[in-house]
């Protein structure tokens, strides 16, 4: 092959064990890969792609995403980059924690009996926090198909109250339920870097104050 891009030389010397070079004099013989399998190129409607498979010990890959229009492609390929960026993340951090909405609630519930305690503008602040994190419940009510207002409010009461920081809703059914027993778990990296971000704001809005 030849006049490739960058990024696929680079795939290409991943998934056969080469190493790139810049001049032929450079060459040595341990810079050639010979874990590659077999080399073809296949016709897929109109275009024609290079495919190296049956790789020994493969770095990378290529997905190959195909629909009818370019505006489902592009939302393919977001939700893949989404996947790929949680999987990611999970196998760096393994970390899981209460999913449905019930991790996030629960810390809202936290930052608005915090905000009640603290006088003056410094309680805004928590204020903001608390509704920062509605968005997940809020978002997840609709896409079940139940009504949000009462959804949200039933379980703001449950956590305002201290019943349990395990009740969250149901991906599937939209009822509000224990998430512990239907072992439904959220990423944790993502909410405890955003309670990063927002303790330094709380900080930094209490040194301008």
Known sequence: MRRLRKTDNNRISKACGAVIVNRPDQL????VGTGAGIFEVKTIGDEFFAFIVDCKEPKACTV??????????NEVERNLQDVMSVARNILKNPKLGPGGGAT??????????????????EKWPYEAAAIAFEPIPRTLAPNC????????TAL??????????????DGSTGVITDVKEKKIGG???GLLLLLSFISFAISIFKFVG
């Open 187 to 189: 990423y944790l990296f």
């Open 104 to 121: 996030q609630l629960t810390v809202s519930a936290t930052l608005k009996q915090k905000s009640s305690s603290v006088e003056g503008i």
């Open 28 to 31: 040595q013989q341990s810079d």
């Open 145 to 152: 198909g139940v009504n949000v207002i009462r959804t949200m």
């Open 156 to 169: 703001q009461g449950k956590h305002a109250n201290g019943e349990k920081s395990w009740l969250g809703i």
């Open 64 to 73: 190959l995403l195909r629909g009818p229009s370019k505006d489902q492609l």
